[in-house]
């Protein structure tokens, strides 16, 4: 990719971006230039880690952009935007991973003209495995959009979706694995106090995960028959779920992506 892409923001997720995009050589690590609001220890660390620039001014880095990746806070996005408005031209794409920061608000900020894409990754990018939602502005090509998918499927797969979705993606996939890690800590803490030591319930429970990640995506199967598969009459999974069942599971899951879902809503509305 002949583009020169530029972060503003150098925390967890633009290090899991960083990490992809350089691990891919879609891009030299000349091309990748990174900016941080003031840790500076954070960035020489990523220079070091990853070969990429952080040593170019704010405004020098718009100016050799194609790209410019928005990855700070939300409650960052709007003193950037505003900063933004004054250096960015027409021909730049600009691309969010902001939880609740609306193409609205970017396009509003930015002015119509200016191609803007909001996305939805989530840490798995580190590794090359994030899922990833795109959404597209009103000032978007086809070959902008392209562009974007070809960058975040260095970092894993991508979806295409509208972006009225983009709040309940935001749960589900940016927030999931959170979500995820939380079940394994709390399955791996469960079997230490039944008197398994941790290292071997934590792998045990890795590579459980992992393959059941793989069924879901390589068995033909959805997750209600995958379950129904493993689930023998009076045995021991049957026993667990209804354990799962009778304390309300589906109940607390449903609270856990609908509170994530309200925030990404409350964010966009500007609550604190
Ligand atoms: N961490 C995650 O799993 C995911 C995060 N996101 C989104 O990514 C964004 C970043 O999240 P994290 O990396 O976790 O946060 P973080 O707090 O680790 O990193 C944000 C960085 O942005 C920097 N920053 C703030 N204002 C800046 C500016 N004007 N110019 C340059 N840098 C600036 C801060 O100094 C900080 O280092 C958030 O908006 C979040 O909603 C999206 C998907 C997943
Ligand atoms: O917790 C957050 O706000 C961010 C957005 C999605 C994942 N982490």
Redesign the pocket.
């Known amino acids: 990719m002949d583009k020169t892409i530029a972060f ?7 290090e899991a971006i960083i990490a992809g995009i350089t691990r891919t050589n879609v891009v030299t690590k000349e091309q990748v230039l990174v ?5 500076k220890a ?1 960035l020489d660390l990523i220079a070091e880690k990853y070969g990429v620039t952080c040593k170019r001014s ?1 405004e020098e880095m718009v100016q050799e952009a194609d790209i410019i990746i928005l ?4 409650k ?1 996005a709007g ?2 935007l505003n900063w933004l408005k004054d250096y960015i031209k027409p021909h730049h794409i600009v691309i969010s ?3 609740g920061l609306s193409i609205e608000q970017m396009e509003k900020t930015l002015g119509e003209d200016i191609p803007v894409i909001r996305t ?4 798995s990018a580190l590794i090359g495995q994030s899922a990833t939602a795109i959404s597209k502005g009103s000032n978007v090509e086809p070959s902008q959009l392209y562009l974007a998918e070809e960058l975040f499927q260095t970092v894993g797969t991508t979806k295409i979706v509208d972006e009225a979705h983009m709040h309940t993606i935001t749960a589900i996939a ?1 927030s999931g694995p959170a979500f995820f890690y939380y079940m394994v800590e709390a399955m791996e803490n469960a079997a230490v106090e039944a008197g398994l030591d941790r290292d071997t319930a934590l792998e045990l429970l890795t590579q459980t995960v992992i393959g059941a990640g793989k069924m879901l995506e390589s068995s033909g199967e959805d997750p209600e028959q995958l379950r129904i598969n493993i689930t023998s009459p009076s045995g021991t999974t049957e026993a667990g779920l209804n354990q799962l069942m009778e304390n309300g599971f589906d109940k607390v899951i449903k609270a856990c992506v609908e509170g994530a879902r309200k925030r990404s809503v409350e964010i966009t509305n500007g609550q604190k």
């Open positions: 503003f923001g150098a925390g967890n997720l633009a900016a941080n609001r003031s840790d954070r704010k990855a700070m806070k939300p960052d003193d950037y991973v902001i939880a939805m990754p989530n840490t940016g």
